[in-house]
């Protein structure tokens, strides 16, 4: 039996950031991971995603090549390429992160964690003992509760990603980030998409307005689009499905070579036996204390696990400060900073409140839009469409939320979270000298808009 300061058990982005800091502090480390470390994120989530979304931007370029007067002929997929290049980007990034952890002397144990007690972890027919234990055991697709769902050949996210084929129809249940970026790359491949959504609308937790732009740009590049949808039953088998759907017109039938299921992700706790280590949790995950401290005193527990917000970056910002706060430091994570991606064409991001939650709030504020084709940059790259909002409070003292829907945004909003972390006022913001010719400009313009200081826009009608 081997003992360890601090057992963590999940080796995505959440857990190996949280071995490798703990491991910088000081901490004698393991790390226990059943599959590949880099989780969901790695190896089935945000990087696979973004490598197949960077193959469809350039796909579609190439097809639109003449646009910016390049002649090129006979355009077409490689699927077989395609699926080595996504590969080799996952398998790279993996390489890191083992390299990482056996350089900060993390130990590395495969297999699955289950514990025995609430100091005690098997795994197969090893025991393993601990003065902490971190769960970072991330988050499975949700199974929604319909009739064939569970059909052979229905795929989910993770199955959608090893890109076995491109389908000539596909239904997609569920419009939330996940669907509508597999929805885009799909068409972008060839594919007939339809998205079938119970809610509304599509993108339901973004600013209403960046998900009306993105319900457009999806149906301009030809993807059907079913709200108030909800999904009764799959019946058929693949390559010949129908998905029975419950609408205000009452029922329709989609015909369609493949289902893809995207309706949410839940906490995962399987395998853990959390019973015998007397920690609590339930459907939305496990509950912890402003230290990501469980009911049980030695256990924690961070990411996706925890059934809150399921990025990334804040599994990995909650994994860095739990283990600093075990450590005696008092760093927290910033939860009114978040800031969040969706890869549609063209890129969605925002960070702080929407436009929805400040009515509701009853916030005095007002609001500043800068349009990309009113940017240098932008027009030379020839992706002009979209734009940047900005709500701040009525007197211009604080910067409440940034929206960006346009060329490159999943970059562009860096600066308005470091904007916003600095609390800049607009002022400040608006005269922050920024580079030309840039993307970055139009973040400028639009600020300066504010107070009417902004070159680039026609001024306003009085
Ligand atoms: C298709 C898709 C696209 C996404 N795109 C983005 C994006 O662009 N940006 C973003 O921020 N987020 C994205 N996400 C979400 C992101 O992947 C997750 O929020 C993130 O991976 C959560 O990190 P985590 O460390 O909490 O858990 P995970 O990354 O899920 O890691 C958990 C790890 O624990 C392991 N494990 C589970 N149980 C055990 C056990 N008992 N013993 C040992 N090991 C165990 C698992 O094998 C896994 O490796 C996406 C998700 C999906 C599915």
Do not use: W
Request: charged share 20%.
């Amino acid at each position: 039996m081997q003992h360890f300061e601090l057992i963590v058990i999940g080796g995505g982005p959440g857990g190996y950031v949280a071995a490798i800091r703990a491991a910088q502090l000081g901490k004698q480390v393991a790390l226990i991971e059943r599959e590949r470390v880099g989780g969901t994120c790695l190896n089935h989530g945000c990087i696979p995603t973004k490598t197949l979304y960077r193959t469809a931007e350039v796909l579609t370029e190439a097809q639109n090549a003449s646009r910016y007067g390049v002649r090129a002929e006979n355009v077409s997929l490689d699927l077989e390429s395609t699926r080595a290049r996504k590969q080799t980007v996952v398998d790279t990034l993996v390489g890191g992160v083992q390299s990482l952890l056996k350089a900060n002397h993390v130990t590395v144990i495969s297999g699955e964690a289950s514990f025995a007690d609430a100091s005690t972890v098997r795994v197969g027919d090893e025991t393993y003992t601990a003065d902490a234990f971190l769960i970072a055991t991330g988050s499975k697709t949700a199974v929604l509760p319909v009739e064939g769902i569970g059909l052979d050949g229905v795929l989910d996210s993770t199955s959608a990603l090893r890109l076995d084929d491109i389908p000539n129809s596909l239904a997609l249940i569920g419009g939330g980030v996940i669907g509508v970026e597999l929805a885009g790359i799909y068409r972008a491949f060839g594919a007939e998409v339809t998205i079938v959504e119970f809610l509304p609308s599509i993108l339901s937790t973004i600013d209403n307005e960046l998900a009306k732009f993105a319900a457009k740009r999806l149906r301009a590049q030809g993807v059907t689009i079913l709200t108030g949808a909800k999904v009764t039953k799959i019946s058929g088998a693949p390559g010949d499905f129908t998905v029975h759907a419950e609408t205000q017109d009452g029922e329709q039938t989609l015909p369609c070579t493949h289902v893809l299921s995207c309706a949410g992700r839940v906490p995962n706790t399987d395998g853990l036996n959390l019973e015998a280590a007397g920690v609590a949790s339930d459907r939305k995950g496990i509950k912890v204390d402003e230290n990501y401290r469980t009911n049980v005193n030695n256990i924690y527990a961070i990411g996706d696990v925890t059934g809150r917000i399921m990025l990334a970056h804040v599994a990995s910002d909650e994994g860095r400060v739990c283990v600093e706060r075990m450590c005696g430091k008092r760093t927290c994570v910033d939860y009114s900073l978040v800031p969040s991606c969706v890869f549609a064409f063209p890129e969605m991001a925002s960070v702080g409140r929407t436009e929805e939650q400040l009515k509701a709030e009853n916030v005095d504020y007002v609001v500043s839009r800068f349009h990309f084709s009113g940017n240098g940059k932008a027009l030379s790259l020839g992706e002009k469409d979209g734009f940047i909002k900005i709500l701040a409070k009525s007197d211009l003292s604080e910067i409440l939320g940034v929206h960006i829907a346009g060329p490159h945004a999943s970059d562009l909003i860096a600066e308005a979270v470091m904007a916003m972390k600095a609390m800049l006022t607009v002022a400040e913001a608006a005269r922050t000298m920024h580079a030309h010719p840039t993307l970055s400009e139009a973040f400028m313009e639009c600020v300066q808009r504010f107070s009417g200081e902004a070159i680039h826009v026609p001024p306003r009608s009085s």
